[in-house]
Each structure stands twice: as structure tokens, then as C-alpha cells.
């Protein structure tokens, strides 16, 4: 087996909230392995700090993925600066951490469009301009532990995580056969802002957590990133429909 196969050289990954945390992991996974990283989200400050840090092989966007209607133009913009698109990540999303009896339907409803509803049009517009290029891309899931185990107060969080991995079987089942891949990563609890907004004000859930990581820490984001580059790289070629924890074994500890 040749390392090459894992080389994203003149290829463009856009990446959904890869401004920070986790999606900036990704990018620089991308960078490294010689790809373009495109990034979008809502803050231009950081998006700007972000490409300065990715280098000359990065560009960024300033857009809100929860404007559905725009989607198309922003795909037909990307591809005249930056060329066609190879990989996408569907990223970018926001937390809710609530009990059921104080989540509202429309901070439920907010959840589910950021991550569900926003990764199935901007999917549905990258995966029609793979297949008018005839581009045998890839595009990757980011969903979470909360697609696989149950876990307190995040119910609108982990209805949406979970509806991506039902997203990735409708995609993967439409677009297979014009040789686009569908997969997803599991992150477990990697060091981001959201995490520490999520259980540094709360000492017994982040000790929980750690007491069921077989290593007893958190991952990085570059973790992610590695494994996104296998996804996204042709020696996944044949790997479709998976659903791959990066979790430091939090999925099977005891």
C-alpha cells in the first residue's frame, strides 16, 4: 500500500463551521495532507484568524448555514474562486444542554435545523455539482457520541446528531451509484469551546466522562481531523454508510 492513497493533493474540502474547535482540526488535517480547506461560518474574524493559521491553501466564506435558500449560490461561488468540490464536512452546529421538561420547541426546533436540516441541503447542492462534474466525492458527517449512547439533558442535540446518521443512509442510497461516498465520525469529548461551555460549570458530568474514557482525557481536534482524511481520501474508496467513533474508547468503556 502506497501513503499516497491518503493524499488530498488538488482536491477542495468545504468544511461547515471549520472556523474553530473540531472543524479547524479537520481543515489542517486537510491542509497537511495537501488539499484546499474551505471554511465557512457566521464570524469573519475568525474565519480570517483560521486561514492565517491554514496558510496559503484555504479560503473562507462568511455564511449562515441555517439560510437554506442561499446554499446554491454560495456552491456556485466557491467553485468559480476555488474549482470544483471534492469533499464536504457538514460540521458546523450548536449545543443545547436542557432537561426535556426545559428544552422549548423552538430551541428544538433551532438544534435540529443547524445540524439536520442545513446538512441535507447543503449535501443535497455539493452532491448534485459532484455528479455534474463527474466527481467521485466524498462527504463526511460530523455526528456524535449521542449517536450512539443516551446521554442527559441534550435531547435536541442528540434527536439531531442521530438524524444525521439516518441523513448519510437516505444520501448514500441516492448517490452511490455516481460513486459519492457517504460516512460519518462519532467525535467523542474533544477539547473545543463548546465542550468546556458544557461541563466546566458542571464538575460531576465532566468527571462522569472522563471515569468512562478508557484513557482518562479528552482527544484533540486533530483526531478528528486524521480520521476525516481517511474518509475523504481514496484509500476509503470503499468504505460507505460507516459510522467511525474517535472516542479514546469511551463507546465500550466500563
Not at 479537520?26 to 486561514?51: P, W, Y
Not at 454560495?74 to 460540521?91: M, Q, R, S, T, Y
Request: charged letters at 20%; proline letters at 2%.
Amino acid at each position: 500500500m502506497s501513503l499516497s492513497q491518503f493524499s488530498l493533493t488538488g482536491k477542495t474540502a468545504l468544511i461547515t463551521g471549520g472556523g474553530s474547535g473540531i472543524g479547524l482540526g479537520i481543515a489542517k488535517s486537510f491542509v497537511e495532507a495537501g488539499g484546499h480547506a474551505v471554511i465557512i461560518g457566521r464570524t469573519e474574524l475568525t474565519l480570517e484568524k483560521a486561514c492565517k493559521e491554514l496558510g496559503v491553501n484555504s479560503s473562507y466564506y462568511v455564511y449562515d448555514i441555517t439560510n437554506q435558500s442561499g446554499m446554491k449560490q454560495l456552491i456556485a461561488k466557491i467553485e468559480a474562486d476555488c474549482g470544483a468540490i471534492h469533499i464536504l464536512v457538514n460540521n458546523a452546529g450548536i449545543h443545547l444542554k436542557a432537561p426535556v421538561s426545559k428544552t422549548t420547541d423552538d430551541g428544538f426546533l433551532n438544534v435540529i435545523q443547524t445540524h439536520l436540516l442545513s446538512s441535507f441541503t447543503l449535501s443535497r447542492e455539493v452532491m448534485e455539482s459532484m455528479k455534474r462534474n463527474n466527481i467521485k466525492g466524498s462527504i463526511i458527517m460530523i455526528s456524535s457520541m449521542t449517536g450512539i449512547m443516551a446521554m442527559t439533558q441534550v435531547v435536541a442535540y442528540t434527536s439531531a446528531k442521530t438524524g444525521m446518521l439516518g441523513l448519510m443512509r437516505g444520501l448514500l442510497a441516492d448517490y452511490a451509484e455516481d460513486g459519492i461516498r457517504v460516512n460519518s465520525i462519532a467525535p467523542g469529548w474533544i477539547e473545543s469551546k463548546m465542550l468546556h461551555q458544557a461541563l466546566d460549570s458542571d464538575a460531576e458530568r465532566k468527571n462522569k466522562i472522563l471515569n468512562r474514557i478508557p484513557f482518562k482525557d479528552f482527544g484533540q481536534p486533530e483526531d478528528i481531523g486524521n480520521a476525516a482524511v481517511f474518509l475523504a481520501s481514496d484509500a476509503s474508496k470503499y468504505v460507505n454508510g460507516v459510522l467511525l467513533p474517535v472516542d479514546g474508547g469511551a463507546a465500550v468503556g466500563f
